[in-house]
């Protein structure tokens, strides 16, 4: 059986630096906020070239720090608007809510899944503060047009850059593109620590101060509050294993880029539909935008597809079955009608990719694919 994801193998590949970090840490005493977070966030902040990254507990936590940081420095107000792509992953509807402002959704485009930049304009409203652009699957999304939609409006863009660290645009990195940026480090992602934890960059000094004060009790000294904050903070050991994992992410960047080329190049099935790349984003040379998170297809009989790799020992995954705005937890939403999300949802289904896969494994998954007809 082809494992979607095999962490264990990909963790091998550092165990006894791993192990060595983790006996350090055991040893140390000191288990949180220590000097392995602040090493990790020099290193972070320096390999996406932003003059601030402050560490927290998860993904979800980045985000919604940086919003509740822009609404503790009256950027923004409760019941303001953010524009989110409708069909991203429930976390970054979540960062929105828990803050009590409100998400606006937008379509992404069919051929890049990313959000429709030209439908951004029509969307915006005096209570429009903010758009939260998700990097999906791995790819960027970026144009100069976004840039000066957000310049004009007086808007802060917020990158989800969940599943993109490493991808660029023109030689800026991705979480260093717009005001400010949410990491998740969950195992499964392409930086992935043996737990969870997650991050912000930003190059604004005053944001940085104010989510690293909110994620911890909204104190920056200790025993005094400045803000009703929260408990989101990274763990010493996580650190440790980050620090060790980060120096190998742009190798792992360019065999998931070889495997992804592979895929392009050989899958050969017009029920199939490939994720739409240009050559230069696929991998051929190192400045290239996507990193290959998800290797997400389109099939008009998805679920038909999946039982029949399925019965050949290929184990896939949906990213992902339910759009928010179509979830329980978001009735108020629920009467949307957001077509093309709605179709990218019932049709996407993700292929097994990562560092460890083998050619004999993506071989294996193109010939069984290729010889499958509805
Ligand atoms: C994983 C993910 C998150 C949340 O990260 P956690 O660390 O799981 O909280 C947010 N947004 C996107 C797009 C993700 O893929």
Do not use: A, F, M
């Given at each position: 059986m082809i494992k979607f994801l095999d962490l264990q193998n990909i963790n091998s590949q550092y165990s006894n630096e791993l192990k060595q970090a983790a006996f350090e840490v055991i040893d140390s005493g000191w288990y949180l906020l220590g000097e392995r977070v602040k090493t990790f966030e020099k290193e972070l902040s320096a390999f996406i070239g932003t003059n601030h990254a402050v560490a927290c507990a998860n993904g979800l936590d980045a985000l919604r720090l940086i919003i509740k940081a822009y609404v503790e420095l009256g950027v923004f107000c409760e019941g303001d608007e953010i524009i989110v792509p409708a069909n991203t992953y429930i976390a970054t509807i979540l960062a929105i809510t828990d803050n009590n402002l409100k998400p606006v959704f937008v379509e992404p485009?069919?051929?890049?899944?990313?959000?429709?930049?030209?439908?951004?304009e029509e969307k915006i409203t005096s209570k429009t503060k903010a758009i939260l652009i998700v990097h999906l699957y791995g790819r960027v999304c970026w144009s100069d047009q976004l840039k000066s939609i957000a310049i004009k409006n007086n808007l802060k863009i917020i990158e989800d850059n969940a599943q993109a660290i490493g991808a660029d645009w023109n030689g800026i990195k991705t979480g260093g593109l717009g005001d400010a940026s949410g990491f998740s480090f969950y195992p499964g992602k392409n930086l992935g620590a043996l737990g969870d934890s997650g991050a912000v960059t930003t190059n604004d000094a005053k944001l940085a101060e104010a989510v690293r004060t909110l994620a911890n009790y909204g104190s920056a000294q200790k025993y005094v509050n400045e803000y009703q904050g929260v408990n989101s903070r990274m763990d010493e050991i996580q650190a440790a294993f980050l620090s060790i994992k980060l120096k190998h992410l742009n190798e792992e960047t360019l065999i998931r880029r070889e495997v992804a080329k592979n895929y392009c190049e050989n899958i050969k099935n017009e029920n199939i539909v490939l994720p739409n790349s240009s050559s230069k984003e696929i991998v051929y040379s190192e400045s290239s935008q996507h990193v290959w998170h998800l290797f997400v297809i389109r099939c008009e009989k998805r679920d038909k597809l999946i039982a029949y790799l399925s019965s050949k020992g290929i184990q896939t995954l949906i990213h992902y079955p339910i759009p928010p705005h179509k979830q329980n937890a978001y009735k108020e939403y629920n009467h949307l009608s957001l077509p093309i999300t709605e179709r990218i949802h019932k049709e996407v289904l993700s292929l097994p990719i990562s560092p460890v896969i083998k050619l004999e494994e993506i071989n294996y998954i193109v010939e069984t694919i290729n010889s499958y007809n509805v």
């Open positions: 485009n069919i051929d890049t899944y990313n959000i429709d930049i030209s439908l951004i």
